[in-house]
């Protein structure tokens, strides 16, 4: 690998009601981390932001991984949210989406992928 690390970007729309459920995006992100072969550092911290703005509101993820970190935000009015997993490990793009689909079932999905390096 000729560069720092990997970036997976996965824009996601219409997602299901699980995107309102802190229970379904804890149990989304402890099953993500061994799927993807990453090591969870500690347990994930998720807290609803932007209740002061409706079409923003929903729950932020951030989950540190050994190689890096895993964030999230999930916009409740409309089922769209964002998933970022940067790591210097590479991340297996088709598990991450495996799993995206079976929690949130977004209608389309956006993808991104970056190599990171100074």
Request: proline fraction near 3%; include cysteine; charge should be negative.
């Amino acid at each position: 690998m000729n560069y720092w690390g990997e970036h997976l970007i996965l824009d996601c729309a219409g997602g299901n009601d699980n995107i309102k459920d802190r229970q379904s995006v804890y149990n989304f992100v402890k099953e993500l981390v061994p799927a993807i072969d990453m090591k969870a550092f500690g347990e994930p911290l998720i807290e609803h932001f932007a209740a002061h703005a409706e079409d923003k509101a929903g729950f932020s993820l951030v989950q540190l991984i050994e190689t890096s970190c895993i964030t999230a935000h999930f916009v409740n009015s409309c089922g769209d949210f964002y998933l970022d997993i940067f790591s210097c490990k590479h991340v297996d793009e088709k598990i991450a989406i495996e799993i995206v689909n079976k929690y949130f079932a977004p209608k389309t999905i956006k993808k991104h992928f970056l190599t990171r390096q100074a």
